[in-house]
């Protein structure tokens, strides 16, 4: 039963499953795969202070190598839903394009997937090895009980991945642009700056909190923290916010607030970023006092260009007659997790609406995605 990607796009597209919420859009996609002879595994996970979320893992096959494709049916907020010129999940086509909140990301790429797994067995049966499907319900959340939860789950049980694609978004402006083989880590700091409050008339009674976290958040957007690697660009800081909340003119604030992001490279972890950033801000601090908390959404890695990229590269090429750039610009992705199991590389649709009003994708990006799938799917059981 061969499966039809943009009517399938289509039905995923009308489950509203915006994060946490499950829509009905994992139930459909078991629904399907196990028509295909897919065994699913249902895995919900659940933490204290945090929603309950439901996953899926599909594997067809018990013999290794293991080929996985990696995603996620959940979805962001439509936003203001007057703004749209279509319904957020109406999965409407007009003038051959596919409107809906989750085409692009990454509801299109998973039809693909599956609709190029449909194509593999109905010309050439069952691979010699097994084809699963990693999908979570909790990408565009915290990505606490999804994907990181998932994989060590899975491990217990004696699953083992080969090799994985990802279905993220990686192209910035037409299919076959960029396969993305790898991603910058992402690390978020918050500083608290703590003064003396006091009155501006006499300065120096008072400790301003607002002039020393100027002071250390110029130390940080001065620090050139690298030129890049081999294959990543250099590492970027960025504030997010300066919070102070003084309502009066005639008050020195005693306490100053901010938090940065950086995304860095290769060169680097999240534990020496972390040293580099204390040394600096306590070089820069004098006799202030300042707390500093860290968290790591995830650490840099880098999948070398190999079998799995290439065999991408040439199934891009082959159906639409570019060759992609290898890249690890951008975001991050669950790929950041599942670098620890298997190589991984990210590969989807482009990127440009995801997340935006009017969601939407050419229905001839979904028909060569599926080709570019249902190639590399070929490829990779026969070099196996």
């Given at each position: 039963?061969?499966?039809?990607?943009?009517?399938?796009?289509?039905?995923?597209?009308?489950?509203?499953?915006?994060?946490?919420?499950?829509?009905?859009?994992?139930?459909?996609?078991?629904?399907?795969?196990?028509?295909?002879?897919?065994?699913?595994?249902?895995?919900?996970?659940?933490?204290?202070?945090?929603?309950?979320?439901?996953?899926?893992?599909?594997?067809?096959?018990?013999?290794?190598?293991?080929?996985?494709?990696?995603?996620?049916?959940?979805?962001?907020?439509?936003?203001?839903?007057?703004?749209?010129?279509?319904?957020?999940?109406?999965?409407?086509?007009?003038?051959?394009?596919?409107?809906?909140?989750?085409?692009?990301d990454m509801k299109g790429a998973i039809a693909c997937w599956v609709a190029a797994v449909s194509q593999v067995l109905e010309k050439s049966g069952h691979p010699d090895g097994s084809i699963s499907?990693?999908?979570?319900?909790?990408?565009?959340?915290?990505?606490?009980?999804?994907?990181?939860?998932?994989?060590?789950?899975?491990?217990?049980?004696?699953?083992?991945?080969?090799?994985?694609?990802?279905?993220?978004?990686?192209?910035?402006?037409?299919?076959?642009?960029?396969?993305?083989?790898?991603?910058?880590?992402?690390?978020?700091?918050?500083?608290?700056?703590?003064?003396?409050?006091?009155?501006?008339?006499?300065?120096?009674?008072?400790?301003?909190?607002?002039?020393?976290?100027?002071?250390?958040?110029?130390?940080?957007?001065?620090?050139?923290?690298?030129?890049?690697?081999?294959?990543?660009?250099?590492?970027?800081?960025?504030?997010?916010?300066?919070?102070?909340?003084?309502?009066?003119?005639?008050?020195?604030?005693?306490?100053?607030?901010?938090?940065?992001?950086?995304?860095?490279?290769?060169?680097?972890?999240?534990?020496?970023?972390?040293?580099?950033?204390?040394?600096?801000?306590?070089?820069?601090?004098?006799?202030?006092?300042?707390?500093?908390?860290?968290?790591?959404?995830?650490?840099?890695?880098?999948?070398?260009?190999?079998?799995?990229?290439?065999?991408?590269?040439?199934?891009?090429?082959?159906?639409?007659?570019?060759?992609?750039?290898?890249?690890?610009?951008?975001?991050?992705?669950?790929?950041?997790?599942?670098?620890?199991?298997?190589?991984?590389?990210?590969?989807?649709?482009?990127?440009?609406?995801?997340?935006?009003?009017?969601?939407?994708?050419?229905?001839?990006?979904?028909?060569?995605?599926?080709?570019?799938?249902?190639?590399?799917?070929?490829?990779?059981?026969?070099?196996?």
């Open positions: 039963m061969a499966i039809d990607p943009i009517q399938f796009t289509q039905d995923l597209i009308r489950c509203p499953s915006v994060t946490p919420t499950e829509g009905g859009a994992l139930d459909l996609l078991q629904t399907v795969l196990e028509e295909l002879g897919f065994t699913c595994t249902r895995l919900p996970f659940s933490e204290e202070g945090t929603d309950d979320v439901d996953n899926l893992y599909a594997r067809l096959g018990t013999g290794l190598p293991n080929l996985c494709f990696a995603g996620h049916t959940d979805v962001v907020p439509v936003g203001t839903e007057a703004s749209w010129t279509s319904q957020p999940f109406g999965g409407e086509i007009k003038d051959g394009v596919l409107h809906g909140r989750g085409a692009v499907l990693l999908i979570t319900g909790d990408e565009e959340g915290p990505s606490i009980n999804g994907t990181k939860k998932m994989l060590p789950a899975l491990a217990e049980r004696g699953e083992e991945l080969s090799a994985c694609v990802t279905g993220e978004p990686t192209n910035p402006t037409s299919l076959g642009e960029m396969v993305k083989i790898g991603r910058r880590g992402s690390l978020n700091g918050y500083i608290s700056v703590h003064g003396t409050q006091g009155h501006t008339g006499y300065p120096h009674l008072a400790d301003n909190a607002a002039h020393r976290i100027v002071d250390l958040l110029k130390v940080l957007t001065d620090w050139e923290i690298d030129q890049g690697s081999e294959h990543f660009q250099p590492s970027t800081l960025a504030i997010s916010t300066i919070d102070i909340g003084n309502t009066a003119t005639n008050i020195v604030p005693g306490e100053a607030k901010a938090v940065f992001n950086i995304r860095f490279n290769d060169l680097h972890s999240g534990a020496s970023l972390t040293e580099d950033i204390k040394k600096r801000l306590d070089a820069a601090i004098g006799d202030g006092r300042y707390d500093l908390d860290i968290t790591i959404s995830g650490e840099s890695f880098l999948t070398p260009p190999g079998q799995l990229s290439t065999l991408i590269a040439d199934a891009c090429e082959a159906a639409t007659g570019q060759r992609p750039e290898l890249s690890t610009t951008g975001g991050t992705s669950d790929s950041r997790f599942i670098k620890d199991y298997c190589p991984v590389v990210d590969f989807g649709l482009v990127g440009q609406t995801m997340h935006k009003v009017d969601e939407r994708v050419p229905v001839a990006d979904l028909e060569n995605l599926t080709e570019i799938y249902r190639r590399v799917i070929e490829g990779y059981f026969q070099a196996a």
